[in-house]
C-alpha cells in the first residue's frame, strides 16, 4: 500500500535523493521537523560491507572487496502521539546524511507536510539520473567499434591472393 504523495517508487528516493543539493533538502526539513519529535528506533550506524561472491570454476567464496555503508531507522511522533516511521540506507559513511535521508523517507512514505516539496525534489533527483544515464549511454557509443568490417578485410585479401 502506497499512500505517498510521490509518485516515484519508493525504492528509488533515496538514489533520487542523494543527486539533489542537500541544502535544498535541508530547507524543506527544517520547516517542518518542528511538528515532529524525532527518536531513533535504532542507533545510525556506519562500517564496512562487504561483498562476497563465488568463482565459476571451483564455486568457492571469494571477497571482491568493501564498500561503506551506513543505516538510520527513525520514528516521527506528531503532537497527538502518532508515529511515523522511516529508514535509510546508503553506501556512505555519513550517519547524519542517512538520518536526514531516513526522515525524508518517513515524510514521504506517510504523506505528512511537506510531501509534495520533498516528492518534487526526489522528481528533480530522478530527472539528473536520467539525464547521466543518458549521458554515459552517447559516451559509450561514441566509443562503439565496428569489427564487422575487420572480416570483410581479411576476405578481400584472401580473394586478391586467389
Known amino acids: 500500500m502506497n499512500n505517498s504523495c510521490c509518485k516515484i517508487s519508493r525504492s528509488?528516493?533515496?538514489r533520487a535523493l542523494k543527486l539533489v543539493p542537500i541544502d535544498?533538502?535541508?530547507v524543506v526539513i527544517d520547516a517542518v521537523i518542528d511538528e515532529y519529535e524525532v527518536t531513533y528506533k535504532s542507533i545510525?550506524?556506519?562500517g564496512l560491507g562487504v561483498l562476497q561472491t563465488k568463482d565459476t570454476a571451483m564455486h568457492e567464496p571469494y571477497f571482491l572487496g568493501e564498500f561503506p555503508i551506513a543505516t538510520s531507522w527513525v520514528v516521527l511522533t506528531d503532537k497527538e502521539n502518532n508515529t511515523y516511521e522511516g529508514a535509510a540506507q546508503l553506501m556512505d559513511d555519513?550517519?547524519?546524511l542517512v538520518s536526514l535521508f531516513a526522515v525524508c523517507d518517513a515524510i514521504l512514505a506517510n504523506n505528512?507536510?511537506?510531501c509534495n516539496k520533498l516528492s518534487?525534489?526526489?522528481?528533480l533527483g530522478e530527472f539528473k539520473f536520467a539525464q547521466e544515464v543518458r549521458t554515459r549511454k552517447a559516451m559509450l557509443g561514441s566509443t562503439a567499434v565496428d569489427f564487422s568490417l575487420l572480416g570483410a578485410a581479411e576476405e578481400d585479401k584472401e580473394n586478391k591472393r586467389a
Do not use: G
Not at 518534487?120 to 522528481?123: I, N, S, T, Y
Open 12 to 14: 528509488l528516493w533515496i
Open 24 to 26: 535544498e533538502i535541508k
Open 44 to 46: 545510525p550506524q556506519s
Open 94 to 96: 555519513d550517519e547524519n
Open 112 to 114: 505528512l507536510s511537506s
Open 120 to 123: 518534487d525534489l526526489v522528481v
